[in-house]
């Protein structure tokens, strides 16, 4: 998602300008091109080195000591996106007033990017209705806010106007540059791992926790796709997800069944491949001795939705593996005829299960595969879905 794309990140003058310093890092990280451009204050806060040397460019400071003779236009005119993070109270009122006195005011003026503004202030300036009303102008004019959050202030203060966290803002910069690829379209995304009862109360399991198959939903979502996520872990819906909660791999297969007619449909689930033949409807006393389990598969989701495929659709698979990632998902790319396996290595550390953070391969059917390192289970989820939008608009 991010990869390649210019962003000018603009630092003002805040004690929370040491949080640009981490943005600054996760966007190079994700392989964006990062330009930051500081106001004279920003640069007392923090030194113009920690930028220089972090961001994919050096940081600029004035429209005057530039090498460029006219640096806003050239930012304003090449930027993908610029985000002012954090943006104080006076960046935002020449902004919304149209008044350019600095090189980073000059270059928000000068471009039709998308603009993502992170405030930060304290409360009493953050509520004064100077402020709102600048911010609500430029909410009106498109402007994308990421809102400050309650916290410790600067000076021991507590109270609304912190800058919001660098993941929040990362994701809103993901939000914004994702530009609704999926509107109009149906996502039906699984999440968790099965449980096969063996009585009232034992059941055969798995480690997952529904992390990756949540952040696709939400990704799908702010994407501008109509999301249904059929899970078995209990966590709060994604905001305007539609959730259907299951438990075994039948009710999982039943579910998703019925709702196969999905423009995507993203198999993230860890759905058990073996279940007990049956479970006995009392629990199980302990004094009988350990029950001899007998197991038959269970029926394979994807498999079946791969048969059923219709003319454009997209399904994507996941595999956890702890060994052979490649030949493994190849083979089921073309064992279960869907579009995309996303592989990962669940023995590498920190990725996988209950992590917030995964690795994966993505193995397209078409014979291309890229290694996404690891990154967190959102920034996984943007990747998958920019490869399901490649297929999308084939
Ligand atoms: O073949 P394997 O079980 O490793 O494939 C994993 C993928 O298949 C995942 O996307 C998982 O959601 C899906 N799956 C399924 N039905 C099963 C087992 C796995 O849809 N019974």
């Not at 113009?48 to 806003?72: G, M, N, V, Y």
């Not at 954090?86 to 998308?114: E, F, H, K, Q, V």
């Not at 006995?280 to 495929?309: F, N, Q, R, W």
Request: net charge negative; hydrophobic share 45%.
């Amino acid at each position: 998602m991010l990869a390649n794309r210019r962003i000018v990140l603009g630092v003002t003058g805040g004690i929370a300008a040491y949080k640009a310093v981490l943005l600054c890092r996760m966007l190079v990280d994700a392989g964006a091109h990062v330009i930051p451009v500081m106001t004279e204050s920003a640069q007392r806060f923090v030194g113009k080195a920690t930028f220089d040397a972090l961001a994919s460019e050096p940081a600029r400071t004035s429209i005057f000591d530039d090498p460029d003779p006219i640096p806003h236009t050239t930012l304003g005119q090449t930027a993908d996106l610029i985000v002012v993070a954090p943006a104080t109270a006076r960046i935002i009122g020449s902004y919304a007033s149209g008044i350019s006195d600095d090189l980073l005011t000059a270059t928000l003026i000068a471009t039709r990017a998308p603009v993502v503004i992170c405030p930060a202030m304290h409360t009493e300036m953050w509520e004064h209705p100077a402020v709102q009303d600048n911010l609500k102008l430029l909410e009106q004019r498109g402007v994308h806010l990421v809102a400050p959050e309650e916290g410790h202030l600067a000076g021991g203060d507590l109270g609304a106007g912190r800058l919001a966290a660098p993941e929040a803002i990362y994701e809103a910069i993901e939000n914004t540059l994702s530009n609704g690829d999926l509107q109009g379209r149906t996502v039906l995304v699984t999440a968790g791992g099965t449980r096969e009862a063996i009585d009232p109360v034992r059941y055969v399991g798995n480690r997952s926790t529904g992390k990756q198959g949540y952040a696709v939903a939400e990704a799908a979502k702010a994407r501008g796709a109509t999301v249904t996520l059929i899970s078995t872990v209990a966590a709060a819906a994604p905001n305007g997800v539609e959730v259907v909660r299951v438990e075994s791999a039948a009710q999982m297969h039943a579910a998703v069944l019925e709702r196969s007619e999905a423009d995507v449909i993203v198999m993230t689930a860890a759905v058990a491949d073996f279940r007990p033949v049956t479970a006995s409807d009392s629990k199980i006393k302990k004094v009988e001795g350990p029950p001899k389990l007998k197991l038959e598969p269970t029926p394979d989701i994807l498999a079946e939705l791969g048969a059923l495929k219709k003319p454009g659709q997209v399904i994507v698979g996941f595999a956890a593996e702890t060994e052979d990632l490649a030949s493994h998902a190849q083979s089921k790319l073309e064992r279960k005829n869907v579009d995309v396996i996303v592989a990962n290595d669940v023995s590498a550390p920190e990725v996988g299960f209950a992590y917030d953070t995964n690795e994966v391969t993505i193995f397209v059917a078409d014979g291309c595969q890229r290694h996404v390192s690891l990154r967190s289970k959102r920034q996984i989820a943007e990747e998958v879905l920019d490869t399901v939008g490649q297929i999308l608009v084939r």
